[in-house]
Structures are given as C-alpha cells and as structure tokens.
C-alpha cells in the first residue's frame, strides 16, 4: 500500500505541477513580476542597496515555480490519499475530486476571506502572527467540513458550524496600513488568478491521486 500511495501521490504532483505551473505563466505570474516593478522602483527611490535573492527572469523562474508547483502537487495529494485512506473509504477519481475540493475550501478559500493573497509590496502583519492564524483557521475549516459532511448527529453539524465561523469571529491580523506600492486593481486580480489556481491544485490533486490509486492498486 506505501508504495502505491508514493507512486500515486507523484503522478498526481506531476500532473499538478503541468496544469498549475502553465496557469500561473499566464495569471499569477505577470501579476506577480508587475507588483515587482512597483516594489523595485520604491526601493531605488529609498536607496536599498542589499535585496533578497530572485530567480532571474525566464527560464530560471519557470524552473524554481514547476519544481515547486510538484514539490505542492505532491505534498498535498499525499495529505488527501492518507486522508480518504484513514476515513476507510474506497479511493478513485470521484472521491478524490470530492476530497480535494473540500481541500481547498478549507486550507486556500476560507483562510483567504481574511488573509487574501499578497503580491510583494503589500504591508501584511507579523509573519508568525499571520501564519498561527492561517494554521488555525485551516485546520478549524477542516474539522468543521469534517463534522458538517459526516456528523449524523445535529450537535456535531452545529459544532462544524461553529469551527467554521470562528476564526472570522476571533478576526484575522490586521496590517499596519492599507496603502500599497501597487495600483489596487492588481491586488483584486491577483487574489482571484490564486484563488482559481488554487482550486485547480486541489481539486486536480485529488482527482488524480485517487485514479493513480484505484488503477495502481488493481495492477499492484
């Protein structure tokens, strides 16, 4: 069984990384290396000589983003396979479609509602502060999915309720200040080309994890 979920989970990854590395060539990508130019000219106007390190333009960046894309694809494909595994139900193409939607729902839509994609430049709050929240709202939005699609009992349903909604309630880290290096605009955009390119991930990670298993299992 290790050995099919290893095999299923990369073939997935790998066919993640194709569909959401070409997306994000053609959404998140020219978004991202537009709010650059913003972030780059502010930074001359102030004389900021040290920068961090950047792939370069082209064929570096595309391969640092693919590589990466997999790296994601199978992370995640391995979190849904062990997570349908667990539950004891049988794994295909439908289920994990089922699954990684969920997936996304919990970890990438609601977390987004209070912490949206950031292009470079966007004044956020601390990092760690951002990140206990993002992890506590995942994982509440998970149990509360969780509870909501296999609680048989209304009391579990209204516990799920509940996981979901508070992390709104308890509010995400606010910024410092609103006032960002880019037109507003690009902000709006770049948070839907994520969003979307988020879903495809999920979905797609699930969709092809379970039929990697399913077919891999029978030959296996």
């Not at 064929?59 to 693919?66: D, P, S």
């Amino acid at each position: 069984m290790f050995r099919t979920i290893v095999l299923s989970a990369a073939g997935a990854g790998l066919a993640a990384c194709l569909a959401v590395g070409a997306l994000q060539l053609v959404t998140t990508g020219p978004l991202i290396v537009a709010a650059e130019v913003f972030e780059q000219g502010a930074e001359a106007v102030h004389h900021h000589a040290d920068a961090a390190w950047a792939p370069a333009e082209g064929f570096e960046r595309t391969t640092y983003t693919f590589l990466a894309d997999f790296v994601v694809g199978v992370a995640v494909s391995l979190i849904l396979l062990g997570a349908m595994i667990a539950k004891g139900e049988a794994v295909d193409a439908r289920r994990g479609l089922v699954w990684g939607a969920a997936g996304f729902v919990a970890v990438s839509l609601l977390p987004a509602l209070g912490l949206p994609p950031e292009l470079p430049g966007t004044p956020t709050a601390a990092l760690v502060v951002r990140q206990a929240w993002w992890l506590a709202t995942a994982v509440a939005s998970a149990a509360g999915i969780f509870a909501l699609a296999f609680g048989r009992h209304w009391g579990w349903r209204a516990g799920g309720l509940a996981l979901l909604v508070a992390p709104h309630v308890v509010g995400a880290p606010a910024p410092p200040s609103h006032e960002t290096l880019y037109p507003a605009g690009l902000a709006g955009e770049f948070v839907a080309a994520s969003i979307m390119v988020s879903a495809v991930l999920w979905s797609l990670s699930g969709f092809a994890s379970g039929w990697f298993y399913q077919r891999l299992s029978r030959t296996g």
